[in-house]
């Protein structure tokens, strides 16, 4: 793999390039190789700010031709950073962020570097949407192909779920289409395999008719999180599709809803997502609400603007791991309650439980993520600004994992991890499934020039 940039072969890639080219020399290089994992720090020999398609197939042939590492960008929140690459070519697609609503037939059109903030405020117009990431920021390509999780999706199914159609510029330069009926085989591996067979130039979803969301998120003293987490966990796994949410340890912020004693304190948290207007909401969640919460901030919104009331700040240091559980037993609440006690407080640092089922479970079942079927999620997600805090973070995301294994699927969203290794991938897809993936993956990139990714080896 080398790392030399020829001339010759730049001129021309620059010849036909309607975007932006960017050498370390370059105003703007530093910006733009900046990731949102602040202990990312690469240097690419080049970045191909793509304008168009046809940027992108310029850009995947010269880096073929001269055997340049390709990482692909798209949001850059990936905890491991393969958005970036030490020496070699990236293809940033952040310029191919539109979005064309149909509001008839209820369908998207995005293109391969929107963040979910483009997606959300072009359908909240037509009173739609289709599950997103949890924050604003996260980049619709990346987040679809490893599956796509979110506050929707026991309502309305994964975001791979409701992905309709794509369309990819492959190793060889290929423009290539797949959907149910073109290209079947790429289209299943799109479904939780990543960016493992081409830079998604767009793709397309199915929307839902969405008017509003009503977020209810209620805070506790942390020696009361275990009895509310109980009432939680009872209160979740009775509850209809349209309540999703999530349990967690956090820092309270200084906000005029955080009462003092609570303020840049470990504080238990408990978020509700409910799918329709704050009168039915309240009704709902009544039992959670007499629980004598000490802070409250209630409101009915729409759903661009919930997306990102809850977005991450960049510029920390990351890390961040997740185990899902085939069951939530008092031992393992007991032990997910004591573990919160190693986050770094004062921090943007969260431990959190994730509740799933709905259409989660229920969603198709041939797709390559055996997570699904579990109802519970923990995802310690380590944010912080001291280097000499990373072993401590990463201690404490371990020990979580650790202590929670008794009851491990076995399988993982590979979204919500780095680099932890073959076998976690594998865990992320499902043995079978992995060895179906890695012979499309040897059709479509066999020479696995996208590796920087959750990598399946080609067959």
Request: aromatic share 8%.
């Amino acid at each position: 793999m080398t790392t030399h940039i020829d001339n010759i072969a730049l001129k021309e890639l620059r010849q036909n390039f309607s975007g932006e080219i960017l050498l370390p020399e370059d105003a703007g290089y530093d910006e733009a190789r900046r990731l949102f994992n602040a202990m990312i720090d690469r240097h690419p020999g080049i970045i191909a700010q793509c304008a168009d398609v046809e940027d992108v197939v310029g850009a995947v042939k010269f880096g073929s031709r001269l055997g340049l590492e390709i990482a692909v960008r798209g949001g850059g929140h990936g905890v491991a950073g393969k958005a970036l690459t030490e020496g070699g070519l990236v293809i940033d697609l952040r310029r191919l962020h539109g979005v064309t609503v149909d509001p008839e037939a209820r369908t998207a059109s995005v293109g391969g570097g929107a963040t979910m903030s483009h997606l959300d405020r072009a359908t909240q117009p037509h009173d739609l949407a289709t599950t997103g990431g949890r924050v604003s920021t996260t980049g619709v390509g990346g987040y679809t192909l490893g599956g796509g999780d979110g506050w929707l999706a026991r309502k309305f199914g994964l975001a791979c779920d409701n992905l309709l159609a794509a369309e990819l510029v492959t190793a060889d330069g290929s423009l290539v289409h797949a959907n149910e009926r073109e290209n079947p085989e790429l289209f299943w591996a799109l479904h939780g395999g990543g960016g493992n067979f081409g830079v998604a130039t767009s793709l397309t979803f199915r929307l839902h008719a969405l008017p509003q969301v009503t977020a209810l998120l209620l805070l506790w003293s942390p020696e009361k999180a275990p009895e509310v987490l109980h009432a939680y966990r009872d209160f979740l796994e009775a509850a209809a599709d349209d309540v999703s949410g999530a349990a967690l340890y956090v820092t309270a912020p200084p906000e005029a809803f955080v009462p003092d004693h609570l303020v840049d304190r470990l504080t238990f948290a408990v978020l509700v997502v409910y799918t329709g207007p704050e009168t039915e909401a309240r009704d709902v969640v009544a039992p959670l609400l007499a629980l004598g919460h000490e802070g409250e901030m209630i409101a009915e919104m729409p759903y661009a603007d919930l997306q990102c009331m809850l977005d991450d700040p960049p510029g920390y240091r990351n890390y961040c791991s997740a185990e899902y559980l085939d069951a939530f037993p008092d031992e393992a609440l007991k032990r997910f309650c004591e573990r919160a006690g190693d986050m770094i407080v004062p921090s943007h640092s969260q431990h959190v439980l994730i509740p799933q089922g709905g259409a989660v479970a229920s969603g198709p079942s041939d797709f390559p993520l055996p997570w699904r079927q579990a109802p519970w999620a923990v995802h310690p997600f380590g944010m912080w600004e001291n280097p000499d805090d990373d072993e401590r973070g990463r201690q404490w995301s371990n020990r979580l994992r650790r202590d929670l294994s008794p009851w491990a699927s076995g399988s993982v969203y590979l979204n919500f991890i780095g680099d932890e290794g073959r076998e976690r991938i594998i865990a992320g897809v499902g043995r079978e499934n992995y060895a179906r993936l890695s012979r499309i993956k040897a059709q479509y990139d066999p020479e696995n020039l996208f590796h920087l990714n959750q990598n399946i080896v080609p067959a």
